[in-house]
């Protein structure tokens, strides 16, 4: 497992390092590794001992306690993933640290569309394991650009994908496409590791692997995913961990596990909070993302003010909807409309057009 995954770990670079189009030089030096998945390139390792080992102790430590966030407090790891963060973090720690500061502005691009989109803005770091952030990045099965699209599922987002024009290459407009892919599959699968999988794989495999299993639990169902899919979730969990200072979130977790740690934790609202926000109650199959999407609301803010609202939605029952007094009047507002999508997702699996 150690040798599939230090192959399939990264995306490389070839040097001069490029983002979004624009060369970097001496960002690496050494000798390449290539990965398993593409035609990209990263330079060894070259961290000394001691930040290794100390790093590699916080991830051990990690896996014995659990941490607080903003949407609950997650399991550290899930004892089937702590040997391949381990490795992840002594090989290629450093390195990654480093993407992230060099590539931080279009990190920050990213999140502030994934957040326009209702989406969690840790799924930035999907992009950062795909390609390394790097926009003319290409795959020898011809998936290309930061978010490395296939040419038909680009279209399908609405991309432009020709001769002379590709905006798979064009890091605010493949952004937008991917966060209308990633709702779409999120609108299928409720379960955000199983999303990964399918980004990476394709929704067929995925759900080929859950009528094997007879389960819908990714760490169940994961050996009947190819290799490269399921080791592509380990590598984002992995990521989300190493730059997030050791936090998980909802997008590191199964969908059980998401609904158990919100059913055993309350969340409490702060004063201001309360006084500054609304109630109201609804009725119907809404979805939380399409609302904040339609809200312009992070996502962790809209699940803090209103958790297990897919699930109780679901269930049938009437639910007491929590926003912010401005975001109030703003679903008033559009409330026939994002019903309308909610349903449209949850009826074609897709989002409408709109998205």
Do not use: C
């Not at 209308?180 to 379960?191: E, N, R, S, W």
């Not at 980004?199 to 169940?220: C, E, L």
């Amino acid at each position: 497992m150690l040798k599939g995954f230090i192959a399939g770990l990264i995306s490389l670079f070839l040097n001069p390092f490029t983002y979004a189009g624009k060369h970097i030089d001496g960002f690496f030096s050494g000798k390449a590794i290539y990965s398993d998945t593409a035609d990209k390139r990263i330079d060894s390792v070259s961290a000394s001992t001691a930040q290794v080992n100390d790093t590699k102790q916080q991830f051990r430590n990690l896996y014995m306690s659990t941490v607080s966030s903003e949407q609950g407090n997650y399991q550290q790891l899930n004892p089937m993933a702590v040997s391949f963060v381990d490795d992840y973090v002594e090989k290629f720690g450093a390195k990654i640290e480093g993407i992230k500061e060099t590539g931080r502005p279009y990190l920050d691009m990213m999140e502030n569309i994934l957040e326009e989109h209702g989406l969690p803005a840790e799924l930035k770091y999907l992009a950062l394991i795909e390609s390394n952030l790097n926009s003319n990045a290409r795959s020898g099965v011809g998936a290309v650009g930061p978010w490395q699209f296939m040419p038909a599922t680009a279209r399908n987002m609405g991309l432009k994908v020709g001769n002379k024009i590709d905006e798979r290459k064009d890091v605010y407009k493949s952004t937008h496409a991917a966060s209308k892919y990633l709702t779409q599959l999120f609108g299928i699968y409720g379960d955000w590791l199983l999303v990964i999988a399918a980004y990476n794989g394709g929704a067929g495999k995925v759900n080929s692997a859950i009528k094997k299993s007879g389960s819908r639990d990714f760490w169940t169902l994961q050996s009947y995913l190819p290799t490269e899919s399921k080791n592509h979730v380990k590598k984002f969990i992995a990521t989300h961990y190493l730059l997030e200072g050791g936090k998980g979130g909802i997008t590191t977790v199964t969908k059980d596990e998401a609904r158990n740690v919100s059913s055993s934790s309350t969340v409490t609202l702060t004063a201001d909070e309360l006084a500054n926000s609304k109630t109201q109650s609804i009725s119907g199959r809404y979805n939380s993302l399409i609302i904040a999407r339609h809200l312009i609301m992070d996502i962790s803010e809209f699940n803090k003010m209103n958790p297990d609202f897919d699930k109780s939605i679901a269930s049938g029952n009437a639910y007491q909807l929590r926003l912010p007094n401005g975001k109030m009047e703003m679903f008033l507002a559009k409330k026939p409309e994002i019903l309308n999508e909610s349903m449209h997702l949850l009826l074609n699996g897709t989002a409408s057009s709109s998205l």
